[in-house]
Every structure is written in C-alpha cells, then in structure tokens.
C-alpha cells in the first residue's frame, strides 16, 4: 500500500526556501554547533541555560501560569532556594529524585532546582496509578520524592510497596505556594515551608554539570505495557536548545503557550528550550482545552504554541470563528501534525511557521523542519538512514553480504540512526532493552545504529516523511496494512473527525482484519455509503476496514496516543463495547451494516467467508 510523492523535494523547492533561511542562517548555525559539540568539560544544559537567561533578561517574564507571573530572576532565586535545601539534605549529582505534579509552576522549578545541583528528576506521568506508578518509581531507585497534592492520594495508596526512605517525600500544596504553602498531609513534609529560609544564590554546582550527566527520565509505553525509563542527559537537552530552540528563534518580546503536559518530552524538553534560548516567556495550562486554547493564546498574548497532531484535530474539530485569526501566534513547534490536516490547520488560523520535528526520548536521531516545507518532519544533520524493512519478517532486509540496504528517495523504509561519539545512544534503564534496539554490522563489519521502530519515507535533501510505527501494522489477506496510512486516509472523509485502525481476530481465518473506531465531526451523521465509496477509491481492498465502530470522543492518554490495546480487546463483540454502534462489511455485499449479537455469533462460528 503507498501513497502518492507529491511530497517528495526538489532543487527548485529548496531554492524557494533559500532567502527566508539566510536570514536565520547564523543564529541557526550557532546554535547547531552548540548541539553537536562533543566538549565533556564545559558547563551546559538546562540549569545553565536558564542561568544564562536570568543574566541576559532578568527582568522578563519567565513563566505564565492563570493570573501568576515569574520573572526569570525571581523564578531562578525560587529554584535555587530548592537546590540548596536539597544539597543540605545530602542529595548529589547522579541522584533521582520522583518529580510528580501537574503543569504548574512547582513542577518546572522543582526540574530546575533539581537540575542546579545535578540530580536526575525522574518524570513520572501524572495520571499512573497502582501498579504501574509503583513500577515507575521503583524502577529508577530514588533517594528523595517531590508530589503535588493532587498526586497524593494515588502515591499514598501505594506507599508501602514504594522503595524510597520515608523522610524524603516532599508535598507542595494545590496552591501558588510561596504565598500559601499549606500544611502537608501525615507522613509528609512541605517543601515550600522547608525552602523558605535557604540561599536564593546560584548553587555552584551548576557549573559543574557537564554534557554526559543526566537530567532526566522520560517514561516511554513500551509494547508490554509497563513503562520504561529512558535517560535523557544534559548534551541531548543541548541538542534540543541548539538545535530546535535557536532554529525556532524566538525573541525576548515572545510568548509560547504549552499545554502538553511537561512530564512528555515534546513540553518538557522542546518547548522550554525553545523558549530559553530566546529570553522569552512561557506559558503554561494545567490540561489541554480546546475552547479555551485560543482564549489563552488571546490573554497571554502568545506569538507561538506547542502541539502534538491530535491537538491540532481537537481544534480543528471546534466550530469555525470569526475570531480564528485574530491572534498573533504564528509559529508552531511540535510533531504528529498529519498532511490529511495540515494544510487546513495552517490556513484557518493564521499559523505561517510549522516547526514539526521528529525525535524520540530515547534515540540519537532527530529531524525538523528548518525549511518549513508542509507534510515532513524535516531535515536532519545527524548520521541516519532509512533501510528496506520486512514487514512480515519484522526485520530489515540484509542482502548477501549480511548489510542492510538503503531505500531509494520516494520509498519507505525504516529509521536507523548511526551511534557515534556525536550522537550516542543513552538507553534506558533495562540492560535487555538496550541490546535489542542496536543493529550491528548494519553497512560494514563493526558498525551500530540505533533501532527508532518507525518507518519513514525518503523524499530528498535529507527530509523524511513519518509513514508507520513497526508495531502498527497488521497482516490481512496476505499483505500488510498500515493503520497510519488507513487512518489519514479515513480521517479525509469529511464527515470523521477522528479514525484508529487496528487488526482484529476472526476465527478461522489468517491474519487480522481492518477495524476503525471512529469519530464523526460535532453535529455530523456518518454517511456510511459516502465513506465506502471514498475507502474503496482511495485503498486496495485488503486495507479497507472490515468493522467501524463509532464513539462520541477518542479515549487519549495524557500526551494524546489513541489508546488502541482497549480497542483491540474489545473488538468487535457488542457485549464488550458499552453499546457503541458497530457496522461490518459482509463478505460479497457493498455496504456496512449494523452488527448486531446474532451476526457477531455466526461471523465467530465461521457462517461468513472472509
């Protein structure tokens, strides 16, 4: 299954881009050699680069948050004051600490003041309970625990299973905290009262962090469902600052509006460096809300924004406006922004500078889109290549020399990024993980590359297109079915808002059949007649989806991933999907019709054939 290269780039193209890109041309080029230096001896990463911005603009706004407003200078001093209650306290460099509070001001100065003295915040997601939260923090060994009272409750019902020395559990009230800092709840203690009376002086210890010294965990879902942590150290934040932040070029008189959550790499890292190596503000939201996101663009006065793709659909999906351009953010930094929308998106909005980006937690590689060319995820200067990929061997194509071999521009193949003294694999925690996601011997004896698990189509001058994860395809009358390309090409219906394909079992037969949960525009019927006749012109017959079954709203996790293991458990079987409409395509017919009990019976004893 393949789609058309219409996006694929020319000289011409590229010449287009030329003048725009001169203009930036040294700041993007200072800022590139700053990602790439290999200097283990100098002083970087994010404590450094705020440290940087407090002295060039110590005066601006920092930070944004409902009616709160930080200068960098009173938000550094803030910070510092939490570096040094925790030097006291006998935490060092290469310690971690548990950081988990919603997207407010104490979660970013709780990262910062961590960072000043080298201790590794480990960025728990706000929404884990039970299990999962107890093999998160677990996992990363921790010697202190920092939670917003919001978070309390699901770290307190796991308390005893928790290997963390209980004088170290910190709490910060649900409240602005330096004027009201509450009283902590039993077996725990306020921070905001413990800071209160230490230094607000920049803790030496900053200058003594280095690109190798890790800054973060990130939590990455794994395909076994339990997360994994993967080290994300000062010299990858400086790859972002350099390479994303000084490319987007943000100025101090600039705003951007975040409201992805900040324990999620795209927020945390991307976004706020973006904003500090301008001297610009940020601005922050609790959760995402599509009809508020542009009243908050409006009252911030915000000039950029950060996205994830299904973000981007969410305020597609609200009703058009006469007030839909009348902002001043223009520029927008983020990745997943599909083609089926992203023209539409840039023109209803106003939005003339899409920063899409590709990088993973964990990986070496990264992309963006320095020349704001639409539908790719941009350029990349690191070592990459994009490899045939065997989709029913789940492996890359070696040929007789046991090498792997490169696609050819237009094509698709799978993203590997070469692991060199510039662009390292930090890994994760799991020695295990790690030995699986190097290829060796890959184009000579000795060789290793990075495995990102993402499939990516070649379209020239070192620009790519994000085609399919490894893991979201599924096999169907002996071919291969990509649920991303299905479900751009679903989602260009006019009537779905929303579409997720996934492979599901029928008995007796091979393979897994097309299923799509979808969701229809607001005040919007789906004409099921209209969406075949579009499925059948658009894609072979293999990939057309076989079951639809329609939902109000998309179940997401916090950073917007369909939340597709539910739906494949579920299936088909209306004794497990809450009443929500199901169709089918019968083998031999040419429309869906409703599935009900006593069909969904005969298609499981095998009365249709497939």
């Known amino acids: 299954m393949s789609t058309p290269h219409a996006d694929v780039i020319s000289p011409l193209d590229v010449a287009r881009k030329l003048p725009g890109l001169l203009l930036k041309a040294p700041r993007m080029i200072k800022g590139l050699i700053m990602a790439n230096s290999t200097n283990t001896t100098t002083p970087l990463g994010l404590a450094w680069a705020f440290e940087k911005s407090t002295q060039e603009n110590p005066h601006g706004i920092a930070l944004y948050y409902e009616d709160q407003q930080f200068s960098y200078a009173g938000f550094n001093q803030w910070a510092n004051r939490i570096a040094h209650h925790f030097l006291a306290r006998g935490l060092k460099k290469g310690d ?4 988990l509070i919603e997207n407010r001001p104490e979660l970013l100065v709780t990262v910062l ?3 000043k003295i080298g201790v590794v915040s480990a960025l728990v997601n706000t929404s884990q309970t039970g299990k999962v939260l107890t093999h998160s923090i677990n996992l990363v060994e921790p010697k202190a625990m920092i939670v917003g009272a919001e978070c309390v409750q699901a770290v307190n019902d796991v308390a005893a299973e928790l290997c963390l020395p209980a004088d170290q559990r910190y709490w910060f009230a649900d409240a602005p905290t330096q004027t009201k800092p509450g009283r902590a709840p039993k077996g725990w203690k306020s921070l905001a009262k413990d800071i209160k009376d230490c230094p607000n002086y920049n803790p030496p210890t900053t200058q003594k962090n280095f690109r190798p010294d890790g800054l973060f965990y990130v939590y990455t879902s794994g395909t076994t469902g339990l997360p994994k942590a993967a080290v994300f150290n000062n010299g990858r934040w400086m790859k972002a600052y350099g390479g994303f932040g000084y490319t987007f070029n943000l100025k101090t008189d600039d705003v951007l509006y975040a409201t992805l959550p900040f324990y999620h790499a795209t927020a945390m890292v991307v976004c706020w460096s973006s904003v500090l190596a301008g001297n610009a503000g940020l601005a922050i939201r609790r959760k995402f809300s599509a009809s508020e996101f542009w009243d908050d663009v409006r009252r911030y006065n915000a000039s950029a924004f950060g996205y994830v793709g299904e973000l981007c659909r969410y305020l597609l999906e609200k ?9 001043r ?5 983020g990745n997943g922004l599909r083609p089926s929308i ?3 998106f840039k023109a209803r ?3 003339e500078e899409v920063a899409e980006l590709y990088a993973s937690s964990e990986g070496n590689v990264g992309f963006t889109n320095i020349f704001n060319f639409d539908n790719t995820v941009g350029f990349s200067p690191m070592p990459y290549a994009l490899v045939k990929y065997d989709k029913e061997a789940e492996a890359p194509v070696r040929n007789a020399k046991g090498l792997m071999i490169e696609v050819k521009r237009g094509e698709v193949g799978l993203l590997i990024g070469e692991i060199t003294e510039k662009t390292p694999f930090d890994g994760y925690t799991d020695s295990d993980k790690n030995a699986k996601s190097i290829f060796s ?6 060789d290793k590359y990075f495995n990102t698990g993402d499939l990516m189509r070649e379209i020239g001058f070192r620009h790519a297109q994000f085609v399919d994860r490894t893991g979201d395809t599924f096999r169907w009358k002996g071919e291969n079915v990509s649920t991303t390309e299905v479900e751009n090409i679903m989602t260009a219906h006019p009537d779905l808002a929303e579409a997720v394909v996934y492979g599901v079992e029928i008995a007796n037969t091979n393979g897994r059949a097309g299923m799509a949960a979808i969701t229809p525009h607001e005040g919007h019927d789906v004409n099921f007649a209209t969406l075949l006749s579009h499925l059948k012109t658009e894609l072979p017959t293999y990939a057309v989806p076989v079951f639809l079954r329609v939902k109000a709203a998309m179940e997401t996790t916090g950073t917007f991933k369909y939340q597709k293991s539910g739906l494949k458990t579920e299936a088909f079987d209306p004794a497990k999907t809450g009443g929500e409409p199901l169709y089918v395509l019968l083998p031999g017919t040419t429309e869906y019709v409703p599935l009900t009990v006593a069909m969904q019976a005969d298609i499981e004893a095998g009365a249709y054939r497939f």
């Open 96 to 99: 971690v600490a548990v950081v």
């Open 113 to 115: 003041g961590l960072a």
């Open 319 to 327: 009703p058009a406006s006469e007030k839909d351009r009348q902002h």
């Open 329 to 333: 953010a223009t520029k927008m930094v």
């Open 342 to 344: 992203w023209g539409e």
């Open 349 to 351: 909005f106003g939005v």
């Open 441 to 446: 011997d890959v184009f000579k004896q000795g």
